[in-house]
């Protein structure tokens, strides 16, 4: 891309406003749309760093026009741990979301490079990793920094000094074990093609002898430095007491280098070291690719660490503001946030309504309005004005640090699918080294100069690689794309159950619902007048997290409940002023039969009772008639009663609905599905319904507080929106036609592969690179179902 289209502006491609900055670059008057993109430009001609707008293949991220102050980052308590001592001063390693292709890394490089006191710097536009080595006593921290976010890249830390070395040792490790496998491999194809092509054996033994030695030269760093993590991996697998894909690769590689070595030596006829160095370099490449793939799903902890402020602006006692490190933040504590920065920790919102984008923690792509009083989380960013927030959970109670732990999780876990593939690879590596005995064996009777060729081609061809990635390569990239929807896979497995579900019963108040029930009537049925009963019913209320509380939120209560419990699908109990009150179902609170409220009362009468009112969710239709147009059944469970349950289900089209439903009965209804046949969904709000969650073939939980600490379901939602429900099934879908596809590919392989290379047919180097291409395809084909994923 050039430059973007003339109507949009010519930095960051956004559309251009009626009073557009025009600025002339390189002799060409551009539009910019603030004065933020025009100051960037212009800066970047006057570096005479022009080419930056040829050589990228994206526009730019928009900058900020109120410049951001970076000076707090020249404090030891805000980045101590996050930097490290290099010769001649210090070095950090900061995240930019704004490094949209490598013409960003190139200008990043460039811009630092020319600011004084900056010893090193390097962009990684793949990672959003920008390294910056200074000067402390001729340039500032801050000063760096305040460069990035003027040419539109704004830092963030990334996650701590010893995890970037620990990050940059490993990539820079693979990266030389790569780069040294292929030039050893190019050497030694070139030497061994000198020495196939003797063809008539007129070339002198000296000759050949110093092309051999040579070739042993570069093949032994090959095998041993790049071939290392093969190596290691045979020996733990034998010290597991299991066969792998490693020992085979590793047994293949050292037996081709060994047998090349002695024929070096003692002069035989062959040598095989082409096969060796091939052998190690395809696979390293086909590791990095299978690598690329789980890097899909981390990058989520990445955005996630991107998403923790640095600084929090806080009230002092005196209402001035003040800035602090995040971690200075206490419960109760009062900040400031301004439009486009992100929220330190959860709190609520005062003083006024703020627009806030929650799409990293819910994949919603829209700003949400925030009420006063409403909920907002870390990890969200203010939008338009500033906000005013009251912090009620900080560190690793937020849900931003939830969600980590979640992501985390769900990546270091290895579903049963995965494991049963490893088992496979395991029987079929004895096998094969069975029937490599028995061919090896065969050649040795019918032509013994070739036996030793033709065992090592059978060995190097059969390898199970595809086999062993077709399953770990598909699930690591669909849990990345998951992640990127908004749907979290917490449990092993969860995946390929999704895939085969055929009936989804949904709760309805928290979950088909909009979750915000309100008071439509009180009804007063004794001398209690109906504004107590409503303060008596909000003093049993407070602090509930159930859906139907949230009605009783807007009443203030001057009572204080205490002894408050909770009876899960009956409603709550507690004492106040030394009387026992309930509230809930109508046999619960009242004794009666009446269910078509919420009631008040002590267990034998109703003092009073209140109708409430709930929506669907705007969404509901919508994600319902996607999960039918997937061939699935529909079902509705519900606590509530029978009344509404149906007037819900009406709205919804949902046929045979069942009301009054307790959790235990909920279970009851899910067990029977499966005894006849289904493979059952349920999608509740992680709150009560723990115990069908738990019994369902998969379980999907709404996160809407604290269905995010629910380990009783497979997959937790973390937005609002029912169409990631769908969304999930069909990648679950497509992950296992994917999967299916790798597999077939895989034993279809080796089946074709194993006649030929037993007969004779398939040379050892020829045998690696049709081993690396199929480990290659199944690779390739996993990555695919990143693409299309919508947030």
Same mark, same amino acid.
């Given at each position: 891309?050039?430059?973007?289209?003339?109507?949009?502006?010519?930095?960051?491609?956004?559309?251009l406003?009626?009073?557009? #900055?025009?600025?002339?670059?390189?002799?060409?008057?551009?539009?910019?749309?603030?004065? +933020?993109?025009?100051a960037?430009?212009?800066?970047?001609?006057?570096? !005479?760093?022009?080419?930056?707008?040829?050589?990228?293949?994206?526009?730019?991220?928009?900058?900020?026009?109120?410049?951001?102050?970076?000076?707090?980052?020249?404090?030891?308590?805000?980045?101590?741990?996050?930097?490290?001592?290099?010769?001649?001063?210090?070095?950090?390693?900061?995240?930019t979301d +704004?490094?949209?292709?490598?013409?960003?890394?190139?200008?990043?490089?460039?811009?630092?490079?020319?600011?004084?006191?900056?010893?090193?710097a390097?962009?990684?536009a #793949?990672?959003?990793?920008?390294?910056?080595?200074?000067?402390?006593?001729?340039?500032?921290?801050?000063?760096?920094l305040a460069?990035?976010?003027?040419?539109g890249?704004?830092?963030?830390?990334?996650?701590?000094?010893?995890?970037?070395?620990?990050?940059?040792?490993?990539?820079?490790?693979w990266? #030389?074990?790569?780069?040294l496998? +292929?030039?050893?491999?190019m050497?030694?194809?070139?030497?061994?093609?000198?020495?196939?092509?003797?063809?008539?054996?007129?070339m002198?033994?000296?000759?050949?002898?110093?092309?051999?030695w040579?070739?042993?030269?570069v093949?032994?760093? #090959?095998?041993?430095?790049?071939?290392w993590?093969?190596?290691?991996?045979?020996?733990?697998?034998?010290?597991?007491?299991?066969?792998?894909?490693?020992?085979?690769?590793?047994?293949?590689?050292?037996?081709?280098?060994?047998?090349?070595?002695?024929?070096?030596?003692?002069?035989?006829?062959?040598?095989?070291?082409?096969?060796?160095?091939?052998?190690?370099?395809?696979?390293?490449?086909?590791?990095?690719?299978?690598?690329?793939?789980?890097?899909?799903?981390?990058?989520?902890?990445?955005?996630?660490?991107?998403?923790r402020?640095?600084?929090?602006?806080?009230?002092?006692? !005196?209402?001035?503001?003040e800035?602090?490190?995040?971690?200075?933040?206490?419960?109760g504590?009062?900040?400031?946030v301004?439009?486009?920065?992100?929220?330190?920790?959860?709190?609520?919102?005062?003083d006024?309504?703020?627009?806030v984008?929650?799409?990293?923690?819910?994949?919603?792509?829209?700003?949400?309005?925030?009420?006063v009083?409403?909920?907002?989380?870390?990890?969200?960013?203010?939008?338009?004005?500033?906000?005013?927030?009251?912090?009620?959970?900080?560190?690793?109670?937020?849900?931003?640090?939830?969600?980590?732990?979640?992501?985390?999780?769900?990546?270091?876990?290895?579903p049963?699918?995965?494991?049963?593939?490893?088992?496979?690879?395991?029987?079929?590596?004895?096998?094969?080294l069975?029937?490599?005995?028995v061919?090896?064996?065969?050649?040795?009777?019918?032509?013994?100069?070739?036996a030793?060729?033709?065992?090592?081609?059978?060995?190097?061809?059969?390898c199970?690689?595809?086999?062993?990635?077709?399953?770990?390569?598909a699930?690591?990239?669909?849990?990345?794309a998951?992640?990127?929807?908004?749907?979290?896979?917490?449990?092993p497995?969860?995946?390929?159950?999704?895939?085969?579900?055929?009936?989804?019963?949904?709760?309805?108040t +928290?979950?088909?619902?909009?979750?915000q029930?309100?008071i439509?009537?009180?009804?007063?049925?004794?001398?209690?007048?109906?504004?107590?009963?409503?303060?008596?019913?909000?003093?049993?209320?407070?602090?509930?997290?159930?859906?139907?509380?949230?009605?009783?939120?807007?009443?203030?209560?001057?009572?204080?409940?205490?002894?408050?419990?909770?009876?899960p699908g009956?409603?709550?109990? %507690?004492?106040?002023?030394?009387?026992e009150?309930?509230l809930?179902?109508?046999?619960?609170?009242?004794?009666s039969?009446?269910?078509?409220?919420v009631?008040?009362?002590? %267990?034998?009468r109703?003092?009073?009772?209140f109708?409430?009112?709930?929506?669907?969710?705007?969404?509901?239709?919508e994600?319902?008639?996607?999960?039918?147009?997937?061939?699935l059944?529909?079902?509705?469970?519900?606590?509530?009663?029978?009344?509404?349950?149906?007037?819900?289900?009406?709205?919804?089209?949902?046929?045979?609905?069942?009301?009054r439903?307790?959790?235990?009965?909920?279970?009851?209804?899910?067990?029977?599905?499966?005894?006849?046949?289904?493979?059952v969904?349920?999608?509740? !709000?992680?709150?009560?319904d723990?115990?069908?969650?738990?019994g369902?073939?998969?379980?999907?939980?709404?996160?809407?507080?604290?269905?995010?600490?629910?380990?009783?379901?497979?997959?937790?939602?973390?937005?609002?929106?029912?169409?990631?429900?769908?969304?999930?099934?069909?990648?679950?879908?497509?992950?296992?036609?994917?999967?299916?596809?790798?597999?077939?590919?895989?034993? %279809?392989?080796?089946?074709?592969?194993?006649?030929?290379?037993?007969?004779?047919?398939?040379t050892?180097?020829?045998?690696a690179?049709?081993?690396?291409?199929?480990?290659?395809?199944?690779t390739?084909?996993?990555?695919?179902?990143?693409?299309?994923?919508?947030?």
């Amino acid at each position: 891309m050039n430059s973007p289209a003339c109507n949009a502006c010519y930095h960051c491609g956004e559309p251009l406003p009626h009073d557009a #900055v025009r600025l002339s670059v390189d002799g060409v008057e551009r539009g910019f749309c603030c004065t +933020g993109c025009s100051a960037a430009a212009a800066w970047i001609e006057d570096a !005479d760093l022009g080419d930056y707008y040829r050589l990228r293949s994206d526009a730019a991220s928009r900058v900020d026009v109120v410049a951001a102050d970076y000076r707090i980052w020249d404090r030891e308590d805000v980045v101590g741990g996050h930097t490290r001592d290099i010769a001649g001063g210090r070095e950090i390693t900061v995240l930019t979301d +704004g490094m949209r292709c490598a013409a960003c890394a190139w200008l990043i490089d460039r811009a630092l490079q020319r600011q004084p006191g900056v010893l090193d710097a390097g962009a990684n536009a #793949v990672t959003g990793r920008i390294r910056i080595g200074w000067d402390p006593a001729r340039t500032t921290l801050s000063a760096l920094l305040a460069k990035l976010a003027a040419l539109g890249y704004r830092p963030f830390l990334a996650s701590g000094e010893e995890s970037e070395r620990q990050r940059r040792r490993e990539r820079n490790r693979w990266l #030389v074990r790569i780069g040294l496998a +292929g030039l050893g491999s190019m050497q030694a194809m070139m030497l061994a093609e000198a020495l196939y092509l003797d063809t008539a054996n007129q070339m002198s033994i000296p000759t050949r002898d110093f092309f051999r030695w040579v070739t042993f030269l570069v093949s032994t760093p #090959v095998v041993f430095y790049s071939g290392w993590p093969f190596i290691s991996g045979m020996w733990h697998e034998w010290r597991g007491r299991r066969l792998g894909m490693d020992t085979l690769i590793a047994s293949a590689t050292l037996l081709a280098y060994a047998a090349s070595v002695i024929e070096t030596i003692r002069g035989g006829p062959h040598v095989w070291y082409d096969a060796a160095v091939m052998f190690v370099f395809l696979l390293l490449v086909a590791r990095m690719l299978e690598q690329r793939g789980r890097n899909i799903a981390s990058a989520q902890v990445d955005a996630l660490a991107r998403a923790r402020p640095t600084l929090a602006t806080r009230e002092g006692a !005196d209402g001035q503001p003040e800035q602090v490190p995040v971690n200075a933040l206490q419960v109760g504590d009062i900040v400031r946030v301004a439009a486009g920065e992100p929220m330190p920790a959860d709190g609520t919102v005062l003083d006024h309504a703020a627009a806030v984008d929650e799409s990293l923690l819910t994949g919603e792509s829209t700003p949400v309005s925030k009420a006063v009083g409403d909920a907002v989380f870390a990890g969200s960013y203010c939008r338009e004005t500033t906000a005013r927030m009251r912090i009620s959970a900080i560190g690793a109670q937020t849900r931003l640090s939830q969600l980590t732990r979640l992501v985390e999780r769900a990546q270091g876990e290895r579903p049963p699918l995965a494991r049963t593939a490893d088992r496979i690879a395991s029987w079929f590596v004895a096998a094969l080294l069975l029937v490599a005995a028995v061919v090896y064996a065969g050649w040795r009777v019918y032509d013994p100069s070739r036996a030793f060729e033709v065992l090592l081609a059978l060995l190097v061809v059969s390898c199970p690689c595809a086999l062993s990635l077709a399953i770990p390569a598909a699930l690591a990239t669909a849990h990345g794309a998951l992640a990127r929807m908004g749907v979290l896979a917490l449990r092993p497995g969860a995946l390929d159950t999704l895939a085969r579900v055929d009936h989804v019963v949904f709760d309805k108040t +928290g979950t088909l619902s909009d979750g915000q029930p309100a008071i439509e009537r009180v009804e007063s049925l004794t001398e209690v007048s109906a504004d107590t009963a409503l303060q008596i019913a909000a003093a049993l209320e407070q602090g509930s997290r159930h859906p139907i509380a949230r009605a009783f939120d807007p009443v203030t209560s001057p009572l204080i409940a205490q002894q408050v419990r909770s009876v899960p699908g009956q409603g709550v109990t %507690g004492m106040i002023d030394g009387r026992e009150w309930r509230l809930g179902r109508a046999g619960f609170a009242a004794g009666s039969t009446d269910d078509e409220a919420v009631w008040l009362g002590d %267990g034998q009468r109703g003092i009073a009772r209140f109708h409430l009112r709930e929506r669907p969710r705007d969404d509901a239709g919508e994600a319902l008639a996607a999960l039918r147009a997937q061939g699935l059944t529909i079902g509705l469970c519900s606590g509530d009663a029978p009344q509404p349950v149906q007037r819900f289900a009406d709205a919804l089209a949902i046929a045979q609905p069942l009301a009054r439903q307790t959790p235990e009965q909920k279970l009851a209804h899910a067990r029977a599905l499966q005894l006849d046949g289904h493979v059952v969904a349920m999608v509740g !709000d992680g709150l009560n319904d723990a115990p069908v969650l738990a019994g369902a073939d998969v379980s999907l939980a709404m996160a809407d507080g604290a269905a995010l600490a629910q380990r009783a379901a497979d997959l937790v939602i973390t937005g609002g929106s029912l169409q990631r429900i769908p969304q999930a099934i069909e990648l679950a879908r497509r992950t296992r036609s994917i999967i299916r596809q790798n597999l077939a590919w895989a034993i %279809g392989y080796n089946l074709l592969a194993l006649p030929l290379a037993a007969a004779g047919m398939v040379t050892p180097w020829i045998a690696a690179l049709g081993m690396a291409l199929s480990s290659l395809l199944v690779t390739l084909n996993a990555l695919r179902l990143a693409r299309g994923v919508r947030r």
